[in-house]
């Protein structure tokens, strides 16, 4: 009686490869995840069986890749800042243009240090915890708030914090300055920062790759998708302390809107920032 050769890495990582089309360098990713190997590992221990359990995992995650969902969230895990973070759909996967709009908060954070308050820093928006985690573990005497409208991101968020070892990081749920604003003694902030969900109601990227996995909510205001950069223009200036920052991430082609937003007093210095590709990408504007 003839009996099956048994499935081993190497076997079932051709054979999937061959039924689905997906990158060689994808379904690694997704062996890895499933065996906890390496990518040396996976290579020294190409020749070994793979687990039936094992096996239907990886032919499950290798089908939803083929149907587009996110690898991030197949493996709910995104590297950011050089840390890896806990993602999942309840949260945008963070992008790495916003690792510059960290490294610009920390420079401009790292200017008020001399000061001798402690600095404080608020995040609006904070999904996953990307910006406000990052923050915290870089400069551990911050402190940092972060806030979300979405209890879920929040919930996220605070595993991450906790995961990642960040001890100054508090969280509030809040639509927007909702819950921010008149508190007592009332909040005050060096830097407020925020990478707000801003595309256009109806745009069609919104319907392509990963976007149509990730929540509505986090991708656009609803509007002509400079609705978050008018309340934060607005409303920042109740929370900031003298001298304090606004840093806003956006969309490639709305700088030159933000910084009109940002061109009435009390903000007295605004500039618009490209990222590494290039592309205007980000607001500071100080008061
Ligand atoms: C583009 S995502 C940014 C997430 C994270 N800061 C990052 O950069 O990866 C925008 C976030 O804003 C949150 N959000 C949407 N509407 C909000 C509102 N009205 N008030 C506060 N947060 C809101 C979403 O839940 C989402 O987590």
Not at 59 to 78: D, F, M, N, V
Not at 239 to 245: S, V
Request: proline content about 6%.
């Amino acid at each position: 009686m003839n009996t099956l050769p048994k499935p081993t890495i190497e076997s079932v990582l051709q054979q999937t490869r061959q039924e689905t089309g997906l990158a060689p360098s994808e379904l690694r990713i997704l062996m890895g995840h499933i065996t906890g190997l390496d990518r040396v590992g996976l290579v020294t221990q190409s020749h070994q069986e793979l687990p039936v359990d094992q096996l239907n995992t990886f032919k499950s995650l290798a089908t939803k890749r083929q149907q587009g969902e996110p690898i991030a969230y197949l493996i709910q895990e995104k590297e950011f800042y050089s840390r890896p973070f806990f993602v999942d759909s309840r949260v945008l996967i963070p992008r790495p243009e916003t690792e510059e709009l960290v490294e610009h908060a920390l420079g401009f954070l790292q200017s008020k240090s001399t000061e001798n308050l402690l600095t404080r820093v608020l995040d609006i928006g904070c999904g996953s915890g990307a910006i406000a985690v990052s923050l915290a573990l870089e400069n551990p005497i911050l402190e940092v708030t972060a806030s979300d409208i979405s209890a879920d991101a929040l919930w996220v968020a605070q595993f991450n914090a906790n995961k990642l070892g960040a001890k100054n990081v508090r969280f509030v749920q809040s639509n927007l300055f909702e819950n921010l604003l008149n508190q007592t003694p009332p909040l005050a902030f060096d830097l407020i920062c925020s990478n707000p969900p801003y595309i256009e109601l109806g745009d069609q990227h919104l319907s392509q790759g990963d976007l149509r996995f990730e929540p509505q909510q986090a991708l656009t205001d609803g509007g002509d998708g400079l609705r978050f950069y008018r309340e934060i223009a607005l409303h920042s200036p109740a929370l900031l302390r003298a001298g304090g920052g606004v840093l806003v991430e956006h969309g490639y082609n709305q700088q030159e809107a933000v910084k009109a937003l940002f061109s009435k007093a009390p903000y007295v210095h605004v500039q618009g920032l490209p990222d590494l590709a290039g592309t205007p990408r980000f607001v500071f504007a100080q008061t």
